[in-house]
């Protein structure tokens, strides 16, 4: 009993003491949480007071606490966690763009690790490793009930450093495994270059600190090679895990002059937030196709469903991943954190890209068969909506919304082109090997056909 008298003080102390560090304009709400915890603190206090007394080997206070904490966090949603000052340390590289490691996403699906989707030029991606391959094990240790903050920190280490990764994959009989030499993860978020004469290809991998940057550069340096003017853009965010919020405004802001780009909304009032485009800088001189499949998520949802709720482009492709989330790091003390989801993500239109996704205006019939055929090797794709524990969409949306009209870039006329002109589909290149960046070329190379013919027959 004295044990237990002990650790509710400890507790108690505890939590007086957060009250005290959150300061007074949290105080009101959380107090009113903390009753409630208090109401069912006993029960805690006693479990941890028979374990260190009855499990078979000492425990210390500190390890079971951490692994309360971490239990707590990990029954809310697939994204939130607990830090641990190691795994806190791992987070604080993952946006700079430079770390040691294989280079995949990752998500939890049943509990197993999975591949969301390898990053282009790194160990994994030129390995092999598939969107949809269940991560068995890491070298020796098995993967399952472990957290996606602890997979990230076993997957990365020194350069040179070799790793076994055993995967499972549908239509593979059996498990197998690759070994990966880790390597320092440079990620090129921006990739460009010229399709046909006044055609642009933009590829975001990801969205980390210098994404604008380089897409501004990439944007001059094409205009350059196109005689000063571009006819028309494709933006290929298919496989792109996402990364920086505000990284994926200003990328939007490049391509729209003005009106919302995203906005999140949360139970608190600072988790209510609205971002805008701008008009200085603006490129909306070229019509536009994104391209997307179920590997697009996050922050590259937020720049596809911006860019279609303005018309400024018309989305092209598959069903994207439906991460609508945000998670806020909130640090416990000078080392530990909770990554803790905080508030939901909507488009300009008010559609909740969470568990849903944004549905695309073409839905290229050619992906959908290319991704059956490939589903006969590895797993279905995944998607928010798969996940555990998912945050589900709030009420009043369909998986299917999408504008009321069908988006066109601006400088079109609205509704489906017509069909190219006779010699106006010889696809060159990349492009020809690529269904979609195929099509997408057609449709552009199209709108300008049509457009010119309209301004020919206006008196």
Not at 17 to 30: C, D, H, P, T, W
Not at 305 to 330: C, Y
Not at 406 to 431: L, R
Request: hydrophobic share 35%.
């Amino acid at each position: 009993m004295r044990i237990r008298r002990r650790l509710t003080s400890l507790v108690t102390i505890t939590v007086l003491a957060g009250l005290l560090l959150l300061g007074s304009q949290m105080v009101g709400r959380v107090f009113a949480v903390a009753k409630d915890a208090y109401d069912n603190i006993e029960a805690f206090t006693n479990v941890l007071a028979l374990v260190q007394k009855n499990y078979v080997d000492e425990v210390g206070t500190k390890q079971l606490i951490e692994g309360a904490i971490t239990g707590m966090l990990g029954a809310l949603d697939p994204h939130s966690a607990y830090l641990t000052p190691d795994l806190y340390k791992e987070l604080q590289v993952d946006t700079r763009g430079s770390f040691g490691g294989l280079g995949i996403e990752i998500t939890l699906r049943n509990s197993l690790l999975t591949v969301v989707s390898p990053i282009e030029d790194t160990p994994a991606f030129r390995a092999g490793v598939k969107a949809g391959d269940q991560i068995i094990k890491i070298d020796d240790e098995f993967t399952k009930d472990m957290t996606l903050v602890e997979a990230v920190k076993r997957m990365r280490g020194q350069k040179g450093t070799k790793i076994r990764l055993t995967l499972r994959r549908e239509g593979t009989p059996e498990l197998f495994d690759l070994t990966l030499t880790r390597e320092v993860i440079k990620i090129q978020s921006v990739k460009y270059r010229t399709l046909e004469k006044g055609y642009g290809y933009i590829r975001v991998t990801q969205f980390q600190e210098r994404t604008e940057d380089d897409l501004e550069k990439g944007l001059k340096s094409l205009e350059k090679e196109n005689g000063g003017r571009l006819s028309g853009v494709v933006l290929d965010l298919r496989n792109n895990p996402g990364g920086l919020l505000t990284q994926a405004v200003r990328v939007s802001d490049v391509f729209l002059d003005s009106g919302l780009v995203v906005y999140t909304d949360g139970r608190l009032e600072t988790q209510k937030q609205k971002y805008f485009a701008h008009k200085q800088g603006s490129h909306t001189e070229f019509p536009m196709i994104v391209l997307v499949n179920g590997g697009t998520a996050s922050a590259s949802e937020i720049v596809a469903g911006a860019l279609q709720d303005h018309k400024r482009a018309l989305v092209l492709g598959e069903q994207t991943f439906g991460k609508g989330s945000v998670q806020t790091i909130l640090p416990i003390d000078d080392s530990a954190a909770l990554r803790l989801t905080t508030a939901r993500y909507y488009t300009p239109n008010g559609r909740s890209i969470q568990a849903m996704g944004i549905t695309p205006d073409v839905a290229m019939e050619g992906a959908v068969v290319a991704a059956k055929a490939e589903r006969e090797h590895n797993l279905p794709t995944v998607r928010e909506e798969n996940l555990p524990r998912h945050l589900e969409a709030p009420p009043g949306g369909a998986k299917d919304d999408k504008p009321s009209e069908p988006a066109a870039p601006q400088g079109t006329q609205n509704g489906a082109p017509p069909a190219p002109a006779a010699g106006a589909d010889s696809t060159q290149g990349e492009a020809a090997k690529d269904p979609q960046l195929h099509r997408a070329l057609e449709l552009l190379k199209s709108w300008n056909v049509f457009r010119t013919v309209v301004a020919q027959r206006q008196p």
